[in-house]
């Protein structure tokens, strides 16, 4: 499989490329040259499979250099680390069916993807015999993921900045705790966007970043995408014996567009109608489910929420869905994006009828969440994490689809146990990761917000040479 870049002025790329690059060298996304189809008969064949041999039947098809073997014992590997033995499972509630996203070693599903990148990474580098320093700043939940997926990893070092004292202290421990000596934590005076500027700033140092082999593990990374897309066809298979015949509907608590994305992947992928719609569910910031309802895609001020995850305006992943809406012209994609870097803002109405051939969409608000976890808890004796409540009040707007409708539980509630208490006046269970968090020995480097120490800080500690 050949990928191209969502604005078509750079060569195609195998996947191995396409992984190791992260962006195109013409600022845009990577994308398969095409969506591989799969007939029913196939679809129905993979009934009993497990999690990880469906995850090799899927990425197969995405993927031609890597030889089969050894992607199968890289995906067995990626998934062993999951407390659960079906990686994801479903559970059903009244009617509802919501997909449990978090039984990795972090408890979020960011984990899926990111267990697996690691493993990826380290096999590409074997393979070429070089290394990677990967650099990347976080609000919380992907930097935690990244270092747990890299930890201990031959050939790699990661370096994470997170804003000091301004993310939760559960996912602060959970980064600085990790002992292993490939991975360096770096807490900046200052905000997020100060840390992801950073960031941003020495990638911007091209020689830099070909002399210390800089790599990134942002969601715009398309293994992450395909990893994703595995769990929407295994729900699908499912969903419950007698149902699978029929078409499910997905909620989707969404900030970057990556989680949904996979899901439409998935439904390019899958025979007509097994996935009927997407629901899109927004928190405060909803520029996203502005877009879906109305076509307007313009930036607002990001906002602070209890689903922190999801504080995101611009989405990181929009451009490959817009290839798609765009018919697949690179040239209306790149004046799209160029426009959109000048303004801010896109209105997309003409659209309107193809968006709502795949996507509904809904704005939850800070007061529905609470109310969400609170009757959850109450009724159901399930707990919810404020993520996944954005998810479910979306999905109980759209009962209308007159398909059953399964929820993306993207986030274990003990990581939010703040919020979780303030809705329910008790705390969800904490489970055994996160139990002796408290009492591990921390690392991680105080550091101001200044570009020249953090690279100096990287030439000290990252790999020179393989
Ligand atoms: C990252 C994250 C999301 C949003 O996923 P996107 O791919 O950015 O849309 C939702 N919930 C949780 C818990 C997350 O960590």
Redesign the pocket.
Same mark, same amino acid.
Request: a negative charge; proline letters at 4%.
């Given at each position: 499989m050949q990928y191209l870049s969502t604005r078509g002025t750079t060569s195609s790329l195998s996947f191995t490329q396409a992984v190791l690059t992260g962006l195109a060298e013409d600022g845009g996304l990577l994308l398969p040259r095409a969506i591989p189809r799969i007939d029913r008969a196939t679809f129905e064949s993979w009934q009993d499979l497990s999690y990880s041999d469906l995850a090799f039947e899927i990425m197969s098809r995405f993927i031609d250099d890597i030889p089969n073997s050894d992607l199968k014992s890289l995906i067995s590997d990626s998934y062993a680390s999951f407390s659960h033995n079906e990686v994801t499972p479903l559970v059903h509630i009244d009617g509802i069916h919501i997909l449990e996203l978090f039984h990795g070693p972090t408890l979020?599903?960011?984990d899926i993807a990111l267990q697996f990148l690691g493993n990826l990474f380290t096999y590409l580098l074997k393979r070429d015999d070089t290394f990677l320093n990967i650099i990347g700043a976080t609000s919380g +939940?992907?930097g935690s993921a990244a270092i747990h997926g890299v930890k201990g990893k031959e050939r790699i070092n990661i370096f994470i900045l997170h804003p000091h004292n301004r993310i939760s202290e559960v996912q602060e421990k959970q980064m600085t705790t990790v002992s292993d000596s490939n991975v360096f934590n770096i807490a900046v005076n200052g905000t997020f966007d100060d840390a992801q500027a950073l960031v941003k700033g020495i990638f911007g140092d091209v020689e830099f970043k070909n002399s210390y082999h800089l790599g990134a593990i942002n969601?715009i990374n398309w293994a992450r995408i395909l990893a994703q897309v595995v769990y929407y066809v295994f729900s699908c298979l499912h969903i419950s014996g007698h149902e699978k015949h029929r078409a499910a509907a997905f909620s989707v608590?969404?900030?970057?567009?990556? +989680?949904?994305f996979a899901g439409y992947i998935a439904k390019k992928m899958l025979p007509e109608g097994c996935i009927s719609k997407l629901i899109l569910a927004s928190n405060s910031n909803d520029i996203l489910s502005r877009f879906v309802n109305s076509g307007d895609y313009s930036l607002g001020e990001v906002m602070s929420t209890s689903?922190p995850?999801?504080d995101?305006q611009a989405a990181s992943?929009f451009e490959r869905y817009l290839y798609y809406l765009m018919d697949c012209e690179p040239d209306l994609v790149r004046e799209a994006m160029l426009k959109f870097s000048v303004d801010g803002k896109l209105y997309l109405q003409d659209y309107m009828s193809h968006i709502k051939r795949d996507f509904v969409a809904s704005t939850i608000s800070e007061e529905e969440v609470l109310e969400t976890i609170s009757r959850y808890h109450k009724e159901h004796h399930y707990i919810l994490?404020p993520?996944t409540a954005v998810g479910i009040r979306a999905a109980e707007q759209h009962q209308d689809l007159g398909v059953p409708v399964i929820c993306l539980a993207?986030?274990h509630p003990a990581k939010f146990g703040a919020t979780v208490e303030k809705a329910t006046g008790t705390q969800a269970e904490v489970p055994p990761v996160l139990s002796d968090l408290e009492d591990r020995p921390t690392r991680c480097e105080i550091m101001d917000c200044d570009r020249n120490d953090i690279m100096a800080y990287i030439v000290q500690h990252g790999i020179s040479k393989s």
């Open positions: 979020a599903f960011k +939940d992907t969601s608590p969404t900030g970057n567009f990556g +989680d949904i689903s995850s999801m995101i992943n994490d993520h993207t986030a």
